[in-house]
């Protein structure tokens, strides 16, 4: 058996505590340090979460010479700095999602993943879902998609900044669905048409609802209808699908078991699941130097079709996802810092190519 991961972890709030308590129940890694600005936070959160005894710091600078990877699971707005941080230190980075907030910085990140040639991968934990890998195979089963589907309506009082965001639906959750829509085509949005809104109950500043319409390149149509305002016959936190092909439907409601029609049995695996999944294929990826899923480049993708969702909200037009991306590594070049992060982009004679769109 090969010696554990040495994990450092950097970030110990609510969603740093729950990978807490997942790298104290997988035997193949082990938390050598904690990372939080709130060093006090950091030591609460790692005794009562498993780690009673391991090292914690303000800074990744003090404990990165313990680790062989590092899990970044700070705010949104810090995960350019802390992952490339640490890829510049020559540590493997599995970050949460989602990656960075603009395309731009996850095209940064993608080239700080070439440059220091560390892998750089994202907890999209939605894809861990035994139930999504029993409806992707009922769906192989059936034949092409032609329509999918995604229905999410939930009405959960969060206070503090999403319930401040211009579009928090489509930036902080409608990322999941648009992710797992790739996932289960198999194959890369063109383009989309999108409308957002606040309805006037709401307690969200900006717009809390929203319905999408993405093109995508084999011709599948997918469609995302959901509001964070809609108390009463809630929807599953993963969505209500369903998936229109040649041999039949089949549906998901984001819970149990996946139906089909004519029946396709929904076999179920046990593979771990959510974050628990995210790690296992990271540290799998590590040890193998195997590409896994949602590895930067490719990620890059679902972060462009929300930029893209959004921009469309806006202006009131489709969006192709390709412009998206080709202005955002514009805007990479004229903002780099790094040269070697920025020779690493100026070497992308066809960004489209660089995150597998061309």
């Not at 391991?54 to 990165?64: G, K």
């Not at 229905?151 to 965001?165: I, N, Q, T, V």
């Not at 606040?198 to 900006?206: Q, R, T, Y």
Request: glycine share 6%; with cysteine.
């Amino acid at each position: 058996m090969p010696e554990p991961l040495r994990l450092l972890q950097v970030g110990a709030g609510g969603m740093g505590r729950a990978w807490l308590r997942t790298i104290a129940a997988n035997p193949d890694v082990v938390l050598v340090g904690l990372v939080d600005l709130d060093v006090d936070v950091a030591r609460t959160a790692a005794a009562e979460n498993g780690h009673p005894d391991v090292p914690v710091a303000a800074s990744i600078d003090e404990l990165t010479d313990r680790a062989d990877a590092v899990i970044d699971v700070t705010v949104p707005v810090a995960h350019p700095k802390v992952s490339v941080d640490a890829l510049l230190r020559g540590l493997p980075v599995l970050c949460e999602k989602p990656l960075a907030e603009t395309v731009r910085e996850c095209l940064q990140m993608a080239a700080a993943s070439e440059v220091s040639g560390q892998l750089l991968m994202v907890s999209q934990s939605r894809r861990y879902f035994r139930a999504v890998e029993a409806f992707q195979r009922q769906l192989a089963e059936l034949g092409p998609i032609g329509t999918l589907s995604c229905e999410f309506y939930k009405a959960p009082h969060f206070s503090g900044f999403r319930e401040r965001m211009a579009e928090p639906l489509l930036v902080d959750m409608a990322i999941h669905q648009f992710d797992l829509s790739r996932k289960l085509i198999g194959s890369e949005p063109v383009s989309v048409y999108c409308d957002s809104y606040n309805p006037s109950w709401s307690w969200f500043d900006g717009n809390a609802a929203a319905s999408a319409i993405f093109t995508y390149a084999d011709g599948t149509r997918f469609t995302f209808v959901g509001s964070w305002c809609a108390p009463g016959l809630e929807t599953s936190w993963n969505g209500l699908w369903r998936a229109s092909t040649p041999g039949g439907t089949a549906t998901w409601d984001g819970d149990n078991p996946p139906v089909a029609e004519p029946d396709v049995p929904a076999s179920l695996g046990e593979e771990p699941e959510e974050i628990a999944g995210s790690l296992a294929e990271f540290v799998n990826a590590v040890r193998t130097s195997t590409t896994p899923q949602s590895e930067v480049h490719s990620n890059v993708v679902s972060i462009a079709m929300v930029e893209a969702a959004v921009r469309s909200a806006n202006t009131g037009v489709p969006i192709r996802i390709t412009d998206i991306i080709s202005e955002a590594h514009t805007e990479a070049l004229s903002t780099t810092q790094n040269p070697d992060l920025l020779a690493a982009l100026k070497s992308w004679t066809n960004p489209l190519a660089a995150v597998g769109l061309d």
